[in-house]
């Protein structure tokens, strides 16, 4: 099993419609990065939690480190926002980011 | 201002010939990192350096691939005797050490290079 577990694997929303992305983790962690990658680009971090809530313009990000789950919200969705949605964490023990398998998400105008 | 660098960004390689690829990080930028995104997956670690000390080389998959930041600013990773099993993008991401040296979680990535061994 991996240690980091993401949800759906691929979505598919209509603009304007509300987006949720799930990533839950099974070691301890020290931090959570919710990271966009556009299709030939490089990699974007969004959020760096380790706790509670994060919001960026209609970006929201929680993690609950009791349950060893993070979710990623797009709020009022666009189709600049199709991408791949990659969460990571840093393990508590370790020097080096750990990644899940990444959210493929296409908004359609 | 400049962030991480990364060339080149597309590589064509016979299987069997050595490549080397270079990644230029945020100047002042300490902790280096390099890791292997296979298509449709997520990026995995391959190695971490600490200024030009190479301190994790555990994800590196094979003794065909070596890197390098002999001066701990640029990088270079080198794959020798290139697979087809090689072929993915190639990521490099840079941070800074937060004081005493350890390690600053948030990492500014490269572009990436796309390797293709045909």
């Known amino acids: 099993k991996n240690e980091v577990e993401q949800s759906p694997q691929n979505l598919t929303a209509q603009e304007g419609e509300f987006i949720t992305i799930n990533c839950s983790y099974s070691v301890g962690i020290s931090a959570l990065h919710w990271l966009q990658q556009h299709p030939g680009g490089g990699i974007v971090s969004l959020f760096m939690?380790?706790?509670g809530k994060k919001k960026h313009g209609r970006l929201i990000a929680t993690i609950n480190i009791q349950e060893k789950h993070s979710s990623l919200h797009i709020t009022a969705s666009h189709p600049r926002d199709s991408a791949v949605y990659i969460c990571?964490?840093?393990?508590?023990?370790?020097?080096?980011?750990?990644f899940g398998g990444g959210t493929r998400v296409l908004v359609k105008p | 201002g400049a962030g991480v660098s990364q060339s080149p960004r597309y590589k064509v390689a016979k299987r069997g010939q050595d490549v080397a690829l270079r990644c230029d990080p945020i100047?002042?930028?300490?902790?280096l990192f390099w890791y292997q995104q296979a298509l449709g997956q997520g990026p995995e670690f391959l190695t971490y350096?600490?200024?030009?000390?190479?301190?994790?080389k555990s994800g590196l998959p094979s003794d065909r691939f070596f890197a390098e930041r002999p001066e701990g600013s640029v990088s270079t990773l080198k794959i020798q005797r290139t697979q087809q099993e090689d072929s993915a993008v190639y990521l490099c991401?840079?941070?800074?050490?937060?004081?005493?040296?350890?390690?600053?979680?948030?990492?500014?990535f490269g572009p990436g290079t796309r390797l293709t061994v045909t």
């Open positions: 100047s002042g930028h300490v902790s």
């Open positions: 939690l380790s706790s």
């Open positions: 991401a840079s941070s800074l050490a937060l004081a005493g040296a350890t390690i600053s979680y948030e990492q500014y």
């Open positions: 990571a964490v840093w393990q508590a023990a370790g020097n080096k980011l750990t």
């Open positions: 350096f600490q200024n030009e000390a190479q301190l994790d």
